[in-house]
């Protein structure tokens, strides 16, 4: 559904170039939700909007929903479904009319726009709000309702930025559950940018992490998890002397991370640490050394994301655009 190889963006800058993206892989196949992960500033924004055909790629290529993004950017823009992060309906228009209203860019007629959108509002839980004011929607609905635009002309393929930014944790659970609807109900593809680790843990089949505009990382959450960080093994010794024999004991384990040790609690990074701690607690216990405690800790995509970039994906505020930048118009 997504083929793209090498694709780059430099924007040009009073203060020089910005290699913004580095020559971007990626393929997503069809029914899959991909999700887009990275620090503030690694190249998610620039990259979604070259494949939506927003921004034109410095160098590299890519089909999207089928069609050459270069070649037939206009088939591009027919077959995607794209939902901007600022969302993009506006106050006093009612929610009906501005899903028509919007359809008729897709050259969609307006009969069979609001037929479409009313079945939309159904499965998206918005019933009833056909006729309200945008502006006396709640933020959960507001998001829903920008869903339902960015899909009234059916595309196969659905860009979500941020969908769920500044919902409260009930109103995001529940556009996950939408989400999936769209994919296991319509085989929609989505591919989505988020901050939320715990979003991208819980709703998507595989994740992207791209870094300092070039994707460093990529598989199910499991996979990252497993490849990345190693279970995290917790010993609490019941003597700091004690702590010391017990790491030594700990770094012999199978592709043990250097044990760390604070006082009594030694910590080590393990593959499969499941499999492991019963043989480290019997050698532990041949040698005579007693436990206070013990905890395995699977990774978190957090672990993940530290370990790959060195920084939480929670580090910092979304910076502004260069104030210096002559170069960030759309294609
Ligand atoms: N119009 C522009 N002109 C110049 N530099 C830009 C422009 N837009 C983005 N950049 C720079 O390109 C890099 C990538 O920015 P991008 O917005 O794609 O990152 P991001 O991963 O989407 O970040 P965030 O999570 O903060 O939205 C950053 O260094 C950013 O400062």
Known sequence: MIHARGLARTYKTRRGDVDAVRGVDLD??????????????????????MLTTLLAPTRGEATVAGADLRGDPGAVRR???????S???SGEAR????????????????AA?????????????????????CSTLSGGQRRRLDIVMGLIHTPRLVFLDE??????????????????GLRDERGSTVFLTTHYLDEADALCDRILVIDH????????????KQQVSGDAVVLTASTASDAARVAAIAAQLPGASAPTVDGTLVEVRVPQGRTLLMGLLRTLDAEQLELDGVELRRPTLDDVFLTLTGRSLRDGEQPNPDPDAQDGAAA
């Not at 077959?79 to 992060?85: D, E, F, N, T």
């Not at 726009?113 to 004011?133: H, I, V």
């Not at 109103?171 to 989400?179: D, F, I, S």
């Open 28 to 49: 997503v196949e069809a029914g899959e939700i991909v999700g887009f992960l990275g620090p503030n500033g690694a190249g998610k924004t620039t990259t979604l909007r």
């Open 79 to 85: 077959r995607i479904g794209y939902v901007a992060q």
């Open 113 to 133: 726009a609001a037929a479409r959108g009313r079945e939309l509002f159904g499965q998206l839980e918005l019933d009833g709000l056909w006729d309200r004011k």
């Open 163 to 180: 969908p769920t930014t500044g919902l409260d944790p009930q109103a995001r659970a529940n556009l996950w559950t939408h989400v999936r």
């Open 87 to 89: 969302g993009s309906t």
């Open 213 to 224: 505009g070039t994707i460093v990382a990529e598989g199910t959450p499991e996979e990252l």
């Open 95 to 110: 929610a009906g009319e501005e899903v028509v209203d919007h359809a008729q860019l897709y050259g969609v007629h307006r």
